[in-house]
């Protein structure tokens, strides 16, 4: 399920089920706590001294306002990944500002000095436990505009054409081209697409090469026993 109306698109099932999971942290954050307080250290805090090591229903009633409180945070990391700019920034500094008067508000009651320090230190750590978990849960719950689909108002690009190759036929070798290139030999690829053609027989590079300096000096013969006025066959004889 995602709400896709606003220009960032949220996946609802994902952050109010890491939302719940937050919840539950929370409140074993404010249990775990008051046990250490209470059993580690025989502080009093959230219950009367002669209460247990997890206090009395005073301290459940904390435990789960500290999960009504990740709830109510998820909504308002919901609200802002909807609606506002910079959503995890601006959740960042509200539930900071909320977390430090969460902590600072224990020291405005009348009890001991120890009680109000391991307050102090459970609605601290709570409060950080939601933030951090929440904008994790919020940063994977915003999805990016390829997850969603393509923009139907932006051309797709199209697929780059595939060379047809026949079958059988293998691939061109890279032409390296540091080597210097011999004007006197066939061009790379020349050859076997001549002898494809019909034009030249099947020989080998090194006769090829020979049959084509032997026509060359036959040429330049015929060019000097032209110019001399005497034929290719007369100045054999001679």
């Known amino acids: 399920m995602t709400e896709i109306g606003s220009e960032r698109p949220v996946n609802t099932t994902r952050l109010w089920s890491g939302g719940l999971a937050t919840a539950v942290v929370a409140a074993l954050v404010v ?24 206090g009395d229903a005073g301290t459940a009633m904390y435990a789960l306002m500290a999960a009504v409180a990740a709830l109510l945070a998820t909504g308002l990391m919901h609200l802002l990944l909807l609606s506002a700019p910079r959503a995890l920034k601006f959740f960042g500094w509200i539930l900071g500002l909320a977390t430090a008067i969460a902590a600072v508000s224990p020291f405005s009651e009348a009890a001991d000095t120890s009680s109000q320090v391991a307050t102090t230190v459970i609605n601290l750590v709570t409060g950080l436990a939601i933030i951090t978990l929440l904008r994790s849960v919020g940063r994977s719950a915003t999805l990016s505009r390829r997850a969603v689909g393509p923009n139907p108002s932006v ?17 061109p070798m890279p032409v ?6 011999d004007s006197d030999g066939p061009v790379q690829g020349e050859e076997p697409v001549l002898r494809q053609e019909g034009i030249l ?7 090829y090469r020979r049959n084509q300096v032997r026509a060359r000096e036959m040429d330049a013969e015929a060019e000097r026993a032209r110019q001399s006025g005497r034929s290719p066959g007369d100045q054999h004889a001679g």
Do not use: C, K
């Open 31 to 54: 249990l775990a706590g008051t046990l250490v307080f209470r059993g580690v250290f025989g502080v009093p805090v959230l219950a009367p001294e002669e209460a247990g090591n997890l």
């Open 155 to 171: 051309p797709m690009a199209r697929p780059s054409e595939a060379t047809v190759r026949p079958v059988g036929e293998d691939r």
């Open 176 to 181: 390296d081209e540091t080597e210097p290139i």
């Open 201 to 207: 027989p099947e020989v080998s590079q090194d006769e």
